[in-house]
Each structure stands twice: as structure tokens, then as C-alpha cells.
């Protein structure tokens, strides 16, 4: 997930941080202390609208503010991170 100085997740975790995400994506990654806090976001009523969806499009959009999420889980937003997961589900699923 992407870094930002506004990012909350769980208070009670801790997080900082992390490694610069690639160029094309721009960003840092956030450094956890705990997967406590991912679980944290992906909850019913999180951060993301990603919680008993079951559709790819639809998760992958939970996960940006075009979608109803308080946060964009990427800088380069939901077009621009649908157009590199679609290529990368088609391989999985090939």
C-alpha cells in the first residue's frame, strides 16, 4: 500500500515509512509492524470496499475512491492500477 503522511489504518499499530514503490507507480510503500493493520483495512465498514465482494473489477475498485474507499490504495489511481493488475490476473490465470 502506499505511504501517506494523512494515512491512519489502525492507531493502535504501528507503521512508517517504507521503500519507494517503482517509478511508474511513484510513492512509498507503508512499513508495518503487524498484518494486523491490513486486516484492519479490508474489514466490513474499513478504509477499503472490498469486504464479501466477490467480482474482480468491482474489488480492484474497492480498494480506490472511485470505488468508496477513504484512501487510494495506489498513487497512479484505479485506471492506471486496473490497466497493470488486469495484465498480471490474465497471467495468473493462464
Known amino acids: ?3 501517506s503522511d494523512s494515512y491512519v489504518g489502525n492507531p493502535k499499530i504501528a ?5 519507494k514503490r517503482p517509478y511508474n507507480e511513484g510513492g ?6 503487524s498484518v494486523e493493520d491490513w486486516v484492519y483495512l479490508l474489514r466490513p465498514g474499513g478504509t477499503y470496499k472490498v469486504s464479501g465482494v466477490k467480482n474482480f ?3 480492484v475498485k474497492g ?3 472511485a470505488g468508496g474507499a477513504n ?4 498513487t497512479l489511481g484505479y485506471s492506471g492500477y486496473m490497466e497493470r493488475i488486469k495484465a ?3 497471467g495468473i490465470d493462464k
Open 63 to 65: 480498494f480506490f475512491r
Open 71 to 74: 484512501y487510494d490504495y495506489a
Open 57 to 59: 473489477k468491482a474489488a
Open 1 to 3: 500500500m502506499t505511504w
Open 15 to 19: 507503521k512508517s515509512k517504507g521503500s
Open 28 to 33: 512509498h510503500y507503508i512499513r508495518y509492524s
Open 88 to 90: 498480471r490476473k490474465y
